[in-house]
């Protein structure tokens, strides 16, 4: 199951939570219910918004799926191997 973060506005907090692709969460309450938290102070009908993920697929973070950046001066200073 994918794990997804939410920001409330109206607290200031991000909650990660693991739930179906096709499951809508719209509300401070109804995040609260599926991370398993209390409400505390916030009205339960604040808005709550999803965040781009910070994980790729497979759980490998989008960083270390990247390939890392070319050291040296590129390709147009022979530093990549090829005939110039």
């Known amino acids: 199951m994918p794990t997804y973060d939410y920001h409330c506005a109206a607290n200031g907090r991000t909650v990660e939570v693991k ?10 309450q109804e995040l609260c219910e599926l991370a398993g938290i209390p409400l505390d102070a916030t ?3 604040a808005p709550v918004a999803k965040q781009l993920a910070a994980t790729g697929i497979g759980g490998m973070s989008k ?3 990247s390939p890392a950046p070319a050291m040296g001066g590129g390709c147009g200073s022979g ?4 005939r110039h």
């Open 19 to 28: 739930h179906a692709m096709s499951a809508k969460v719209s509300t401070w």
């Open 63 to 65: 960083a270390a799926s």
């Open 43 to 45: 009205p339960g009908d």
């Open 79 to 82: 530093a990549c191997g090829h």
